[in-house]
């Protein structure tokens, strides 16, 4: 396997969270500690002097050396022998650059043969996410979902640790639990090995481990071993190893280009050591690996796995690859790195591979940079002809449009949006579940989270879901458990954002500029989040963490609203947010305090339409989640200057349609009578069922429940006539 490939394979590896790093004697050489060898040698020089010390040099003897030495010395408890191994292997000596840039990969587990605690003194804050096993009651002890295995005990503990070759022969009889545990990794993990070398009997015996359960257990494919090492092996030992899945990277293959741009540090000083910290640096750093990697190709490894989506987060896009500072305004995806930006724009106009598809589904559709000229995305669809169909009925409101098109519609659709018009959601979910190829675990997690939603799981439920570390292993998966899990960083960002837009507008003096911008990541923020539960199917609408999440955004349209030079014009994606996701009483108490002049709708015709769409809705299937909507939707239309015609109107189409629902849920009386008080004070004097909103208003328990508003007694009088 060459160089190249094994980076990727690691990096697959780890982004499942099946990596496991096995750290050798040549990674603590580089902190001045003797190497397996030169351990062996040292332990030789302390043998009687009539102990032949050049025949036994060779792997087959090693491990007899260190029992020689055991078993010459007469000690009480062998403590010669300790103390011997004790002074060979304990080390004062820091942790070298290479032990932290292990910590930074995050391999599910670390696996040492090492004895000293060069990996537990690492300053890398990563360190503690590992609990530390060095022996069995260790893991009896300790719980972790990521552990640091010293494998071969700990110099802290002398006779813990594992030299000599009685240690080896009955490594499985007096380390149970260990060797079991490290077995089990055999199923399903990468095992990448530092440090070693091909004779080393460490290596020698895990893979022993590793060819003899593959052959037990008939097992024709599982994740790739790597070795990496600075010697060229034959081609005799190519094929004998890989016959035992191992492959094996000579890292004198390196390029140049990364030796010298890799940011080794200068106590790096052994050859092995500098190429080895280069070579797990491509690891970590997309940039120094591109410059001997296709961009496009990388995109592509990169940002296939979040196709799985039918809306990408804009973070998790960003997340996948580094693409150096960014911000997201509007639908411009800014960046701050000009060569960047520069190499990008090949990939775009090029038009193969994913990179496309993947942008323009997290609803970026043109980059930027300073001293740039802006760049366009090509287009690329990003619906279906019926997703863009259903997805049209929800934002005209026509319920029964809607209807009539999830009945052909995907599984995942009927239930996202099936419960906007009361299905059961059992039999949309019992046909999801047997759309989706049972390994696709995106594709599982989003019909788990369908159906958590679908049928009214508590949060605390989807958020033990997505805690789960094999869930935090899956690509494109941080939005979702920021989304359900809190939503606090992304909350502070935009009222962060609310403010500045606040401080900009109020007295009429602040930068055209800084004002579009501020209220642009406001706006990507807001329809990101929006785009996202709606192409993924999410049933999250009207829950009060969506109303949370999009109030700053909110608050941001009504503020920028209040300046008609710099606002916005507000689009069906706007108008829905607003009238979907704001509270009645919350949109009224903000309007007051922005004090728009007008609404700035793209289409002024929009808001009635809908309105009358909604009206008909509410006729047709009398759910009372829709009066909130319809409340806002007067609230928003009455900002604008109307004519009297307009509000007549308004009123034939949605007062008997309040009347309806209220008939049928009395208890949602007090919170949309003042929205029924307004279509009737404009009917001047023709209201719609006049008779039956008379009757309703009378009677005992309304009466108790309105009688504090004050118009409560005009709307008895209009009524009477």
């Known amino acids: 396997m060459d160089w190249i490939h094994s980076v990727r394979a690691i990096q697959r590896a780890q982004g499942k969270n099946q990596l496991v790093i096995f750290v050798g004697s040549g990674v603590s050489a580089n902190s001045g500690l003797p190497t397996w060898k030169q351990m062996i040698r040292q332990i030789a020089a302390r043998l009687p002097a009539d102990f032949n010390s050049d025949a036994p040099f060779n792997p087959e003897v090693y491990l007899r050396i260190p029992e020689y030495l055991y078993e010459q010395d007469d000690s009480p408890g062998h403590a010669a022998y300790y103390r011997a191994i004790t002074e060979i292997l304990k080390s004062e000596a820091p942790a070298n650059p290479i032990d932290e840039l292990i910590f930074e990969i995050r391999p599910h587990h670390i696996v040492t043969t090492n004895v000293d605690d060069l990996l537990e003194r690492s300053d890398s804050l990563n360190t503690r996410l590992y609990a530390v096993v060095s022996q069995d009651a260790d893991l009896l002890s300790v719980s972790s979902d990521r552990y640091l295995i010293k494998m071969h005990g700990d110099i802290k503990d002398p006779k813990t640790v594992v030299v000599k070759e009685s240690d080896y022969l009955d490594y499985e009889q ?17 095992f990448l090995f530092i440090g070693y070398s091909l004779n080393d009997y460490n290596l020698n015996l895990i893979l022993n481990w590793i060819n003899f359960f593959r052959k037990q257990h008939r097992v024709a494919r599982r994740p790739q071993n790597i070795l990496v090492q600075t010697k060229t092996p034959s081609p005799y030992e190519v094929r004998r190893l890989a016959s035992r899945n191992l492959s094996v990277v000579d890292l004198n293959t390196l390029p140049e280009v990364i ?15 500098r190429r080895l910290y280069a070579y797990l640096r491509c690891v970590t750093d997309d940039r120094l690996f ?21 809306r990408i987060a804009a973070d998790d896009l960003l997340g996948a690859f580094d693409f150096g500072p960014t911000e997201l305004v509007d639908t411009t995806l800014i960046l701050k790195d000009p060569e960047m930006f520069r190499r990008l724009i090949p990939v775009f106009k090029d038009r193969r591979g994913v990179a496309p598809a993947a942008f323009a589904r997290a609803g970026i559709d043109a980059l930027a940079c300073a001293g740039e000229p802006p760049f366009a995305l090509p287009d690329c669809p990003t619906r279906t002809p019926k997703a863009a169909a259903l997805l049209w009925d929800y934002l005209d409101n026509r319920a029964l449009d809607l209807q009539d098109d999830l009945e052909t519609a995907s599984p995942a659709a009927q239930i996202g949006y099936g419960h906007l018009l009361g299905h059961d959601p059992a039999p949309a979910v019992a046909k999801d579940a047997e759309t989706f190829d049972p390994e696709d675990t995106i594709a599982w997690l989003l019909h788990t989270l369908r159906t958590h939603l679908a049928q009214g799981e508590s949060r605390a439920a989807l958020s033990r879901l997505l805690s789960a570390e094999w869930v935090a292993a899956q690509p494109g998966t941080a939005f979702l458990r920021q989304l359900f899990q809190s939503t606090a960083t992304d909350q502070f960002k935009m009222m962060t954002d609310r403010d500045r837009l606040e401080d900009q507008l109020r007295d009429g003096r602040g930068d055209p500029r800084v004002i579009r911008r501020i209220a642009g990541r406001l706006s990507a923020r807001a ?11 999410l049933p999250f609408e009207g829950s009060a963490d969506a109303q949370a999440y999009l109030k700053y955004a909110i608050q941001g349209m009504l503020c920028l609203a209040g300046a008609p030079k710099l606002a916005r014009p507000w689009d069906a994606v706007d108008l829905d947010i607003v009238t979907k996701f704001a509270k009645p009483r919350e949109l009224k108490r903000w309007l007051v305090r922005y004090r728009p002049a007008v609404i700035p709708f793209a289409d002024p015709k929009r808001p009635v339409v809908i309105f009358e769409h909604l009206c008909a809705s509410l006729q047709a299937f009398r759910d009372p989640r829709w009066l909130d909507p319809l409340a806002n939707l007067v609230t928003l239309i009455a900002v604008n200057p109307t004519d009297e015609g307009l509000w007549r109107q308004l009123a034939a189409a949605g007062l008997p349609a309040v009347l309806a629902v209220l008939i049928r849920h009395s208890e949602r009386a007090a919170g949309i009578f003042p929205t029924a008080a307004r279509l009737i004070t404009a009917c001047a004097g023709d209201v719609p069922d006049r008779g039956r909103w008379l009757a309703l208003l009378s009677q005992t328990a309304f009466e108790k429940r309105l009688g504090r508003f004050p118009e409560y007694q005009s709307v008895i009088a209009a009524l009477r006539g």
């Open 259 to 273: 030796l010298r741009r890799a940011p080794i540090p200068p106590s790096l000083t052994a050859p092995f050591g």
């Open 290 to 310: 591109q410059h001997v990697l296709s961009l496009a190709d990388t995109l592509d490894e990169r940002l296939t796995p979040l196709l799985a989506y039918g």
């Open 527 to 537: 329809r990101g989040y929006w785009f996202y539960i709606r192409d993924n199917h």
């Open 174 to 190: 007096n380390h149970p639990l260990v060797a079991t545990f490290i077995r089990s990794l055999l199923i399903n993990h990468t």
